[in-house]
């Protein structure tokens, strides 16, 4: 994406008719013009306060809105630069969209956004996860769920499948599908805390909202994938 | 990334694979995983009630290659040891040996917490406080 270095004196006023902007708008609101694409957050770039619980229909009218504006077409005449601004938008608004939208992927975002780590990211960093914090109470479950897993493949290498195994690994599974269900609800309760504090500026509970929220993702993240290995070996047969 | 030739030893050929029953008080369990890939593992020990040494270890572990590898390496590691001298083995111990990509290290992280969960297991069962040696604890 080509970003435009920009002074910050420059950065608040349009490029082309030199309005004072506010915020990183796509379009200048007084010439509308297309304006180069700052470093903003996917919030902002949908004016929209850092908060989880989203209008999500006006949500997808503002992005059908500002992708019609960024139409190629309506810019063929405009300046190269104007043309790799408008392209550079459009991307970055349809990746917008596409976090925004998503109720997992939108509260990722906005845990990154406000700096709480995230167990996957520091997986990926190699660096240390405490395994005490993974769900204690899920272990045992998830061990027995793999040695099933494990029994029933071995079977089905010898040409045989145990009925009842596979009735306990569905079993197992619409028990871990109702957690996952579960969590999502959680989640949705989670999301007020979030709001709340950040609407009341309160620093305290929105520390905490995040380290729940972070930890309740960990918990979504290990019943994923229980229940898509599940599936793949049922799958399979 | 290629696995190195130890961390294929141990995941073509893993030492110490099975189960000991965690329902003796000479065993002790540990369970551990890692959410974000799906890895667990079961470390088991079995610890000579007189000389504190870890006689039988045994593990299963549900992961990718270096995570089988670094916990059959703990088992081997902590068979003919002490307790005590169990604790003192580190992740980065196990990273070197197997020579582990930064993206693995948390498989070493888990084995090393799973001897310590099994270690603390049986310290609970017979009655060793966590943080004590066990060899403190024996002369009394």
Partial sequence: ?237 | MAYSDKVIDHYNNPRNVGQLDKSKSEVGTGLVGAPECGDVMRLQIRVNPETKVIEEAKFKTFGCGSAIASSSLATEWVKGRTVDEALQIKNTDIVRELALPPVKIHCSVLAEDAIRAAIGDWKKKNGVAEGVPAAAAAAN
């Fill in chain 1, 1 to 237: 994406m080509a970003i435009v270095e920009t002074s910050s004196a420059d950065a608040a006023a349009c490029r082309s008719c030199a309005a004072p902007l506010t915020g990183q708008p796509a379009f200048c609101p007084a010439c509308g013009k297309v304006q180069a694409p700052g470093p903003a957050d996917y919030f902002s770039l949908f004016q929209l306060p850092r908060r989880l619980e989203i209008d999500l229909p006006a949500l997808e009218a503002m992005f059908y809105r500002y992708s019609r504006k960024l139409h190629p077409d309506l810019h063929a005449r405009a300046t190269e630069e104007e043309q790799q601004w408008s392209t550079a938008q459009a991307s970055l608004l349809n990746n917008a969209y596409r976090c925004l939208k998503d109720p997992v992927e939108r509260t990722k975002y906005l845990l990154r956004l406000e700096g709480a780590p995230l167990e996957e990211d520091q997986a990926a960093d190699g660096g240390r996860v405490n395994p005490s914090k993974a769900p204690a109470d899920l272990l045992e479950e998830v061990f027995e769920l793999n040695l099933q897993l494990e029994e029933l493949r071995a079977n089905r290498k010898l040409g045989e499948d145990d009925p009842f195994l596979r009735r306990d690994l569905e079993q197992s599974k619409t028990h871990f599908v109702a957690q996952l269900e579960a969590v999502d609800r959680e989640l949705r309760s989670l999301w007020s805390a979030w709001d709340e504090a950040e609407e009341r500026g309160d620093e305290a509970g929105k520390t905490g909202a995040k380290r729940d929220l972070a930890a309740l993702l960990h918990r979504r993240t290990y019943l994923g994938n229980l229940v898509r290995d599940v599936n793949e070996t049922l799958g399979d047969l």
